[in-house]
Antibody, heavy 122, light 106 residues
Framework: QVHLQESGPGLVKPSETLSLLCSVS??????????WGWVRQPPGKGLEWIGS???????FFAPSLRTRVNISLDTSENTFSLTLTSVTAADTAVYYC??????????????WGTGTTVSVSS | DIQMTQSPSSLSASVGDRVTITCQAS??????LSWYQQKPGKPPKLLIY???YLEEGVPSRFTGSDSEAGFSLTIDSLQPEDFATYYC?????????FGGGTRVDI
């Protein structure tokens, strides 16, 4: 059974870069029929897709974040990572890493990490 | 972007009730819709994908359907553990988008 676990700093200063790691156990990120992604949820609000990556390195990002976000994948470590530059208070959220099915594009989010809270504050 | 309109935003129900939540997409999304349940302090959990396919391990009292009026999630005979917030999500096109959520409480 696949398990995902996020890790990273809980506090980031405005204008700095947020970096999170997702460690995958019970399954390989080098998987032909899965995408790996990130979703966030601001306090008391709904869900926002950030982006997804395929094991080949192909990435897709939310247009609203495209200029600031990157997702990378390490098949040897069985992890994938999120970086978000120039953060502001609006980036304060719980960040989830997810495994996704594929239906032409990255699809439903079938496995979720427990989430990590990131606050942006000086 | 495809906008997902979910209704109601909240509802009150009792154990044993039948509850229906609806989700409408701003564009045709075929059956590329999933439903999630989220409890406070927990990650969302996939309930249904492809509009009506039950994820493994999800109780059969959860049903997803698709009609001309939109997509629906129905919970038959609401159980205490079903009180949560529910989200729909489309994956017909990028960016992936979610409905605003429906909070189901007592």
């Amino acid at each position: 059974q696949v398990h995902l676990q996020e890790s990273g700093p809980g506090l980031v200063k405005p204008s700095e870069t947020l970096s999170l790691l997702c460690s995958v156990s019970g399954g390989a990120v080098k998987n032909y029929d899965k995408y790996w992604g990130w979703v966030r949820q601001p306090p008391g609000k709904g869900l926002e897709w950030i982006g997804s990556i395929y094991y080949t390195g192909t990435t897709f990002f939310a247009p609203s974040l495209r200029t600031r976000v990157n997702i990378s994948l390490d098949t040897s470590e069985n992890t994938f990572s999120l970086t978000l530059t120039s953060v502001t208070a609006a980036d304060t959220a719980v960040y989830y890493c997810v495994r996704q099915g594929i239906v032409v594009v990255p699809a439903y989010l079938e496995v979720w990490g427990t989430g990590t809270t990131v606050s942006v504050s000086s | 972007d495809i906008q997902m309109t979910q209704s109601p935003s909240s509802l009150s129900a009792s154990v044993g009730d039948r509850v229906t939540i609806t989700c409408q997409a701003s564009h045709d999304i075929d059956n590329h819709l999933s439903w999630y349940q989220q409890k406070p302090g927990k990650p969302p959990k996939l309930l249904i994908y492809a509009a009506s396919y039950l994820e493994e391990g999800v109780p059969s009292r959860f049903t997803g359907s698709d009609s001309e009026a939109g997509f629906s999630l129905t919970i038959d005979s609401l159980q205490p553990e079903d009180f949560a917030t529910y989200y729909c999500q489309q994956y017909d096109d990028l960016p992936l988008t979610f409905g605003g959520g429906t909070r189901v409480d007592i």
